[in-house]
């Protein structure tokens, strides 16, 4: 008794000076991590009266007054304080992670109890990934980035401290920004980067439910760790899906992306789970293993939404063993239900499932394996689906292999003929052929344009360089949208110019500020083709469109699809074809996109891999007249009042 006494004290001693002391090293000094001494060179302000007293921001113990339950039709203005800084990987701060009594054996190799130290730990800036050390770039640091949720209607007030020394943007993913085009963040299109030691304060009203995520748009930074969820609840009224589950939670909110080390951004070495994994390489004294854990309660449905972040191209399967999953919205929007077994994710999609706890209690591999350049490496990774009352010790890892494959119906194959996913007898639900969940009547288009994605090699054995119309993108120096009304329309390019210049774009490398016109308030279609032999994820800024049509022609006859298409159209829904951000264009195939034209701007168009984006596979659509796009205010010095 006297024992188990000292014990205790000597324990809540212990507790108490990590609190007070934080972590040391060995010779008893403090660590201070590399987020702590970011944070005393920008501490976040206090905001004086004026305005900003009535802005929500977040509490002492981290949890956001904006995070609610959404039936209260109150809407909020939401303050983020979002510091850019370059950060490590098991940093020093990591230690309390490797603390013995958090580690088991299990078939000779060591693993960390994540729902023990998920109690134990709370909010810490340690970032383990798959247990490496690396350099990384993170939001206030955390690996993925700060989950922001809100309600439909909220406004969000993002202060975005650029702390490294090179330029950043934030991009939120999935929100149109219909009243401020200019919070959009793309440098060069939408906004100047923010310059290293700089500030920039986006604003903008929530317009867009669903899952959703932010993430630099600026080359690669969002490999490296610059993005996070963006989740926008919706009042009970407009979720037409309620009643098909019982919780919503934070923590059912899963980001998943391949991984490189030390910005090295060329080939995927691993997928992380919620900034969580297994280690993959070969021969290096691995740290123990840690997987990111879903906990749930037996007969409890369950909404999950899975954002991936797709950086190269690696598209992946998702499953959940023994468990189906119920699909209910895609990047944001509501579907007719849908039951499936495995989803595939192409860069930047999300879905929304619903998962019914209605297996034994125990511990369930969810598995994610990669595709395309993924498949190279054979990279899969997993994380735990924990039912309460089950040994978070007991995971069989001996089942986990790059072979497995879900047995059943998978949703989204991938559009490539030589890498098909399908497993031999399962069902496949193309993702065009889902209904979304309000059925509208198609509108004809008034216009249609064909827009080609594809890899040109300029000499023989130099590498690719990626395209869309043909079209090597480049970066304006200007802002367009910033400098729309000083005549930078002379600087643009496009495919019809190029030709009157009399360039051939199929034969020489055509490169430049390829802009697309589209007229306002239309009905606007794309036709957009594959020329080469991989998907390519295509996603449009500012707007949500239809997928109305997706196949493949093959490689013979894709070059022609205009004249095909023109001929004898290709099959079109007419009626409740799925909304969508982000949808793929397959291998030597295509895909039809509509939307109604009512948001004028600069809008970003472009292959969500990342080096295809980066090596020239993007266009902006510039949608109506320069005089009929928003006014954009004259500088973004919003912080200059708040800070001073
Ligand atoms: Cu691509």
């Known amino acids: 008794m006297k024992f188990n006494l000292v014990q205790t004290l000597v324990f809540v001693f212990c507790l108490i000076s990590v609190q007070i002391y934080g972590i040391q090293d060995a010779n008893g000094k403090r660590i201070v991590s590399k987020y702590e001494r970011i944070m005393q060179m920008y501490p976040q302000l206090t905001t004086g009266g004026g305005e900003s007293s009535q802005w929500r921001a977040a509490e002492k113990d981290m949890r956001h007054p904006c995070k609610r339950d959404c039936s209260d039709q109150q809407p909020m203005t939401c303050y983020y304080y979002m510091v850019v800084h370059y950060d490590d990987t098991m940093a020093e701060t990591c230690k309390r992670y490797l603390q013995s009594k958090f580690r088991f054996k299990l078939g000779g190799k060591e693993y960390l109890d994540g729902i023990m130290l998920e109690e134990n730990l709370g909010a810490t800036d340690c970032k383990y990934a798959d247990g490496l050390e690396s350099q990384v770039m993170v939001v206030n640091g955390q690996l993925p980035g700060l989950a922001i949720e809100v309600c439909l209607g909220d406004t969000v007030v993002a202060d975005v401290i650029n702390s490294m020394h090179e330029t950043t943007t934030v991009h939120w993913h999935g929100m149109h920004q219909r009243m401020t085009p200019f919070m959009d963040g793309v440098p060069h299109v939408t906004q100047y980067p923010i310059e290293a030691g700089q500030a920039f304060r986006y604003r903008f009203e929530v317009d867009h439910g669903g899952t959703n995520w932010w993430h630099s748009h600026t080359e690669h930074q969002r490999a490296f760790g610059l993005a996070g969820p963006l989740v926008v609840r919706m009042p009970p009224r407009l979720n037409p899906h309620a009643h098909l589950y019982d919780f919503d939670l934070s923590e059912h909110v899963i980001m998943i992306q391949d991984w490189v080390h030390n910005f090295v951004e060329s080939v995927a070495e691993n997928i992380l789970i919620n900034g969580r994994g297994r280690n993959l390489k070969k021969g290096v004294t691995s740290k123990p293993t840690l997987y990111a854990h879903f906990p749930v309660v037996r007969g409890g449905r369950y909404r999950f939404r899975v954002i991936f972040n797709g950086v190269s191209n690696c598209p992946i399967s998702f499953s959940v063993d023994q468990h189906d999953l119920v699909v209910i919205a895609s990047d944001g929007n509501d579907i007719e239900p849908v039951e499936v077994q495995r989803i595939m994710f192409h860069g930047a999609e999300r879905f929304d499932f619903v998962l019914h706890a209605n297996q034994e209690v125990a511990n369930y591999w969810i598995r994610v394996k990669g595709y395309s350049f993924c498949a190279k490496n054979q990279l899969h990774q997993e994380a735990v689906l924990h039912y309460r009352d089950a040994d978070p010790r007991s995971l069989d890892t001996h089942i986990l292999t790059y072979a497995y494959d879900a047995p059943g119906t998978t949703l989204n194959e991938l559009g490539d003929d030589n890498s098909m996913t399908a497993n031999g007898n399962g069902r496949s639900i193309s993702l065009a052929d889902l209904n979304a969940q309000r059925q509208e009547l198609e509108l004809q288009p008034a216009v249609t344009y064909y827009t080609s994605m594809n890899a040109f090699e300029v000499r023989q054995g130099e590498g690719f360089r990626f395209q869309m119309d043909d079209i090597s993108f480049s970066m304006p120096k200007m802002s367009l949208l910033q400098t729309r009304n000083l005549g930078v329309g002379q600087f643009f390019c496009n495919r019809t110019q190029q030709a009157e210049l009399g360039f051939n774009c199929r034969q020489r490398h055509c490169r430049c500020s390829n802009v697309i016109q589209v007229p306002a308030n239309q009905q606007v279609e794309f036709v957009v083709y594959s020329l ?96 009929e796009m928003k006014m954009c205010p004259v500088s973004n010095c919003g912080l200059c009042s708040s800070v001073a």
């Open 532 to 627: 080469s032999n991989t998907p390519h994820p295509v996603h449009l800024h500012g707007y949500t469109f239809r997928v109305v049509g997706m196949g493949t022609l093959g490689e013979e006859k894709i070059g022609q699809i205009e004249q095909i298409d023109r001929r004898s159209p290709l099959p079109r829904r007419r009626r409740g074809a799925p909304l969508k951000d982000s949808v793929q264009v397959p291998a030597f195939g295509y895909t039809i996109l509509r939307f109604f034209s009512n948001s004028p701007g600069y809008w970003m168009f472009h292959c969500h891999i990342s080096p295809h984006s980066e090596n020239g596979m993007a266009a902006v659509v510039r949608v109506g007249e320069d005089v």
